[in-house]
């Protein structure tokens, strides 16, 4: 832009050299074009992580293109066009790729080496963009000026809005990752690393607060039948289907809601009592006996068994023992049930001594 204007201001003119402005300007701007046709043409796929590696060559040789005649117009040696030329490389490599922006700076290097090549011969000067009064007596006139620094100060901006650009892409591709390691993938709840994790930490912080912790284990009931009988499609559905119920019924985000493997589940509640637990269970029956499970127009219901312990002073592995255990109970009486303990840190490990 600066350009453009500086060739309709008379005492601007006279310092450049209109031909090779004009033709700057119009590679730059069919680069800034084509950009933005990219742009427009891939906006609907901006989510898409998909590689698209002659996209990215083309986009790279198009920009390694404008910087480079940018540079060459003002002066390849020119602390702004040298900032442009080293700056292109590492945000080009973050940005696109290896190859393609090693494409890209072969192409540059080789205008760059013919620029000079035709300097050093005399067939054209450097810095072609400037007349011969851009600098009188060694002072810098404005227009000279805002050129060399104008592309500086741009390019610093175009980085740092670039740099945003890339770490707020880090950040969401790091919380992504981060939610992907913790969820289950079917489900959308807390997978079992997690799960076992966070059992962890609440079992270590019971002990400091001296407040009640709670666990509950459950099984989806004939879950194989279900398998069998409707296939595992309705099957997914099913898993999916108990595991939004869970979530309804949760106090977000204290309690945590997981699938431990298969059809079994588990629920983490912090700071609840037994009578605290059996409530919740009851408001996952009473949501389970009013959803319908549909698989080519059957509709079919699913129930489960659960095994719930009040931990007072009990370690994860244990917890989950004993939890384990109450499911089983649970199961064996007749599924569709509920069979729930206090245990204590004390009588667990005593009862465990002889087995050690």
Request: net charge negative; glycine share 8%.
């Amino acid at each position: 832009m600066t350009q453009s204007v500086g060739l309709f201001v008379p005492d601007w003119r006279a310092m450049l050299v209109p031909g090779y402005v004009v033709m700057a300007n119009a590679v730059l701007l069919g680069c800034i074009a084509i950009g933005w046709l990219v742009i427009a043409l891939l906006w609907r796929n901006r989510m898409n992580t998909r590689p698209l590696p002659k996209t990215y060559a083309f986009v790279a040789s198009v920009l390694g293109l404008a910087f480079t005649v940018e540079a060459i117009l003002l002066g390849p040696m020119t602390y702004p066009a040298g900032l442009v030329i080293v700056g292109i490389i590492p945000i080009g490599i973050m940005l696109l790729d290896l190859r393609s922006v090693g494409l890209a700076f072969v192409m540059g290097v080789t205008l760059f080496w013919a620029n000079d090549m035709a300097t050093y011969a005399g067939f054209l000067d450097y810095a072609p963009g400037y007349g011969d009064q851009a600098f009188v007596d060694g002072q810098h006139q404005l227009i000279a000026e805002m050129l060399r620094s104008g592309t500086l100060y741009i390019s610093l901006v175009a980085y740092g809005v670039i740099t945003w650009i890339l770490f707020d892409q880090y950040d969401y591709q790091r919380a992504h990752l981060s939610r992907l390691a913790r969820t289950d993938p079917l489900t959308n709840l807390s997978n079992r690393r997690n799960f076992m994790q966070r059992l962890e930490e609440e079992c270590q912080r019971q002990n400091r607060i001296d407040q009640p912790l709670s666990l509950v284990m459950m099984d989806a009931d004939h879950f194989k039948s279900v398998n069998d009988r409707y296939g595992h499609i309705a099957g997914d559905s099913v898993l999916a289907g108990i595991a939004g119920v869970l979530t309804e019924v949760m106090r977000v985000p204290a309690d945590l809601p997981a699938r431990i493997g298969g059809e079994e589940f588990a629920i983490l509640l912090p700071e609840t009592g037994l009578q605290g637990a059996l409530q919740v269970c009851r408001r996952i029956e009473q949501r389970l006996e009013n959803q319908a499970f549909q698989s080519d127009g059957h509709a079919f219901y699913v129930t489960l068994s659960m095994g719930i312990v009040e931990s007072n002073g009990l370690d994860a592995g244990a917890l989950m023992h004993l939890a384990d255990a109450n499911l089983f109970k649970a199961k064996a009486q007749g599924r569709n049930g509920i069979v729930s303990t206090v245990e204590e840190g004390l009588a667990y490990n005593a009862r465990s001594a002889p087995l050690a």
